[in-house]
């Protein structure tokens, strides 16, 4: 089925998004294509590439990418290949490098991208151009100490595409005093929609999540639409716990959650000044890899820090079990797509958006 028949199905509000859309590869290179090369990606926070040298790599849409500051105290983003022949520049997910070197030749080159050397070229470098020789850069901007990159050279700034986003977090004052805590990546089986589906609704909470339902009001539960995001507060209960901490007298004294367009989750707990950050990235239409990263004001975790990480940890556990159950309903013939529920309109906006990218 291609593309447009399947978009033709989406018509009816009171349904989801076909089930096909979350197993079909053509879709998901179309999601590539028209979604995550043209929008804006968080890759890390400016105290990991603060200094000359230091540098961040990551994918997005199946290209790899590095991010580094330059000895003129740039930050830079260029596609982590040489362009000698395509090889993996940078293999490290995070260090600090006085030049970046390929393995494979052992072409050289400075921090702004520029050839530094080419062994194999060494009695020939005139044949060599300027074009052939640099890496190839692409867009990467820096807002609320936040690093984002963008494939699409002519995509519109960070603050134009997420103002919204980063406007709300300014009620945050610790933003640029965090530290990389830790970081993990799990591989998923399921269609990365799926993990935004389920983050975008909370009818589920009561019943997967009863540690979370314990410690937060349900009842002041709320979803707040953005023009890029959309925001999920929660208030802690008065008697609440995370472990053994108790939540009174801190820093962040309410649960804030941020969903960024298109893959992208922000989560602000109730402790001292904290992150968590997911980005996913599909593998195929039936697997996705969830990067999760920690951030906190003090790189060493208090003990409330490091229970609201056990905290957080038991939720995503309990949230990737459900969407792997889903995926398996998804590639079932039993049902052709779902039903929103009244409570519902995060879910809906998304799915929303899904089809206005696919068909512009």
């Known amino acids: 089925m291609s593309l447009q028949e399947l978009l033709a199905q989406y018509t009816n509000e009171t349904y989801t998004l076909p089930y096909p859309f979350y197993r079909d590869a053509v879709v998901l290179q179309e999601e590539r294509l028209k979604i995550f090369s ?8 400016v105290n990991q590439v603060k200094n000359p040298g230091e540098f961040l790599t990551c994918e997005m849409a199946g290209e790899p990418i590095i991010v580094v500051r330059g000895d003129d105290d740039q930050l830079r983003a260029f596609y982590n290949v040489c362009p000698h022949r395509a ?7 995070q260090g600090r490098r006085k030049i970046l070197q390929c393995s494979y030749h052992g072409w050289t080159f400075k921090l702004d991208g520029r050839l530094h050397q080419a062994p194999n070229f060494k009695d020939h470098m005139d044949s060599l151009c300027e074009e052939d020789t640099c890496l190839r850069s692409i867009q990467v901007e820096t807002v609320a100490s936040l690093v984002f990159v963008n494939l699409d050279n002519k995509a519109q700034s960070l603050q134009e595409a997420h103002g919204d986003f980063f406007e709300d977090l ?3 004052s610790f933003l640029d005093r965090l530290k990389k805590h830790s970081s993990e990546k799990r591989l998923i089986k399921a269609n990365w929609k799926a993990y935004i589906d389920n983050y975008l609704e909370c009818d589920h909470c009561p019943i997967a999540h009863p540690a979370f339902a314990s410690t937060f009001d349900m009842k002041s539960y709320t979803f707040v639409d953005k023009q890029s995001c959309i925001i999920q507060q929660a ?3 008065p008697t609440a716990k995370m472990g053994d901490v108790e939540l009174q007298g801190v820093e962040v004294k309410e649960g804030r959650y941020y969903w960024l367009w ?6 602000i707990s109730p402790g001292s000044g904290n992150i968590a950050v997911t ?8 697997t996705t890899i969830a990067n999760y990263t920690n951030y906190f004001v003090d790189q060493e975790p208090s003990p409330e820090q490091t229970e609201n990480i056990k905290f ?5 556990l309990e949230d990737i079990k459900l969407v792997e159950k889903a995926q398996i309903g998804f590639r079932s013939s039993a049902f052709p797509y779902g039903r929103y529920s009244p409570t519902e309109h995060a879910l809906r906006r998304f799915h929303q958006m899904i089809k206005r990218a696919l068909t512009e």
């Open 38 to 45: 043209k929008e804006w990606q968080f890759v890390g926070h």
């Open 87 to 93: 090889t993996q520049l940078e293999p490290q997910e």
């Open 170 to 172: 300014t009620r945050f």
């Open 235 to 237: 208030d802690i209960k």
């Open 262 to 267: 298109p893959n992208m989750i922000f989560s």
């Open 279 to 286: 980005v996913l990235t599909a593998v195929d239409e039936n």
């Open 312 to 316: 957080v940890n038991q939720l995503r």
